[in-house]
């Protein structure tokens, strides 16, 4: 068998050849079929539900940077349960705030404001030996984590660490799977978050997608996934097309819908579609943009009611913080199930 027919059999017995065909999405997401005889009779209507389920709606903290280092975690969190969030993830355990804290008092602060931390971003690697990132100081970030009462650590790194061939991201995924079993043993899971790079095809190999490499390679029970929404979108414009010109479409929600067990958490961003940007869209508040939020949270919704998916907002650089908090916590509240 060679490395490329290997790939193939990994992703097909791991759910994801295919994934750009869209079948499943289609199926899932109501698509009409064609040759339709008769129609079918009107379904009665039942009251509409939240689409993201209650408790489920989180923010990523990297978003409050300059209010958490002004007015303090405790403030923050204040401000974000008044606005309905029940969630929280980390980008670093200090992010500036005045004044030194305790990993112990600050669970404390959570958890008297009512909110949950699910998660937190970690590095990946460094060259300095005494960096905090998974693969210089993995026992101390899962100390962190567990002493935070994280349920799932991860990282925003891309798996770049040995380069962008097919060889360099099975290396990458073997460091991933180790961190996984860490994280494992100690009752949490290990998750990556993507920007629009991993979409993008190995320098070896034009045919071979980057992430489905990491999706092939990595025991599904060990390395999860955080889809962050936006830059999956931008995925798809940038990459599209294959270095050697060949069209590679695909639809980033059929990655979820092939193993949604993958993908527990979530970055809902959005932004406004323009061609002439490199990633072809421009970063703005959660509602305002012109990404279909109800269409991907249903399908997802729909597909795997029973597993407990986490919707956390973000902006990588909002003009005001709380404004993108309020309104993008609003906007996600409002979106509604179909009655039918």
Known sequence: MTSHDELAHLLRRRGFLGVAAGTTAAALLGTAGAGTATAAPAPSRRPTAPLVPKGRLGIQLYSLRDQVSTIGFARVFEELRRHGYAEIEFAGYTQGSAGPITLRR????VRDS???AVGSHVGYH???PNAYTFATNLEKVLDDAQELGLKHIGTASGPFRYGSTV?????AAEDFNTYGAAARARGMTFYQHNHAEEFSFATDRPDVRLYDVLLAETDPDLVHLEMDIYWAYCGQFRFGVRP???PAPFDPIDYVLAAPH???LFHVKDGERDP?????YRMTDVGDGDIDHERFIGGVERLSRRRDHHWIAEHDNPGDSFRFARRSAAYLRSLREDGC
């Open 106 to 109: 600050l669970r404390r602060l």
């Open 114 to 116: 009512g909110l949950r």
């Open 126 to 128: 460094s060259s300095d």
């Open 167 to 171: 060889d360099a991201w099975k290396r």
């Open 244 to 246: 050697d010109g060949v």
């Open 262 to 264: 993958r993908y527990p």
């Open 276 to 280: 002439s940007t490199r990633d072809g």
